[in-house]
């Protein structure tokens, strides 16, 4: 792909994990990276540092995403420090473990704000400022599409955060497109790979097409190459997909 000199991105959820190696990778490749934190100040800043050293520009931001007005919050911040965006990844999310019988609804209203409730308004309240060609992707999990009774409520999240994805791709891009979903199944049918990989492809996610809205669905700690595969074999220019 071509260098992401001179845009900018947000990556929420960036001060460890997945949002870190996608902060750090977008800013290998030229972008400003701002790099989203809810409580973890050190880490976040330990982030921009690692991007600062390798010669990137970054910047953190924080926002708690569990209360209410989170968006107004994080966008605020962000203004601080852009103008303007090029690349939204919202990476943010939280995981309570518990069968049907122990889901404890504070938790329940928590993983909702964070998972859902935060990616829909962090959206809404940034479309305004997204610049043309503009790239908005969602992280999922492979559990939207499979039984996981043991993380109950974290799969009906992913499920919403997959179902709002294939909504935005059809509101925000070109209605005579045609969604594209991965097809659905449990991990026999998935070749993983590390999470090093999946960074290593996301230039080409960000490039393979003119898409306003994507969905990287994640089993756990790794991904797959069957996500791989798609993202290379479908170019459909402008027209919005679910991957």
């Not at 103008?83 to 939204?88: E, K, V």
Request: aromatic residues 6%; contains cysteine; hydrophobic residues 45%.
């Amino acid at each position: 792909m071509s260098g992401l000199t001179g845009q900018t991105a947000l990556v929420t959820g960036a001060s460890r994990g997945i949002g870190r190696y996608t902060a750090q990778r977008l800013a290998r490749d030229g972008a400003r990276v701002g790099v989203h934190y809810g409580t973890n100040e050190a880490a976040a800043k330990d982030t921009v540092a690692s991007i600062e050293a390798a010669g990137g520009s970054a910047f953190a931001v924080q926002a708690d995403l569990a209360v209410p007005h989170a968006a107004e919050a994080l966008w605020a911040a962000f203004d601080e420090h852009a103008d303007g965006l090029d690349i939204l990844v919202n990476n943010a999310g939280v995981v309570v473990y518990g069968r049907v019988n122990e889901v404890a609804e504070e938790d329940f209203d928590r993983l909702f704000a964070v998972n859902v409730k935060a990616v829909l308004f962090i959206v809404q309240h940034g479309l305004h400022r997204l610049r043309d060609g503009a790239r908005i992707i969602n992280l999922s999990s492979a559990g939207a599409y499979m039984a996981s009774p043991m993380a109950t409520m974290y799969t009906m999240t992913k499920g919403a955060v997959s179902t709002l994805t294939r909504t935005l791709a059809w509101d925000l891009g070109d209605p005579q497109g045609d969604p594209i979903p991965v097809p659905p199944g449990g991990p026999a049918r998935y070749n993983p790979i590390h999470e090093d990989d999946f960074i290593a492809t996301l230039p080409r996610l960000l490039d393979a097409a003119s898409v306003p809205a994507t969905t990287v669905n994640w089993c756990g700690e790794q991904t797959v190459s069957l996500l791989l595969r798609e993202l290379q074999r479908h170019r459909l220019q402008g027209a919005p997909r679910h991957i």
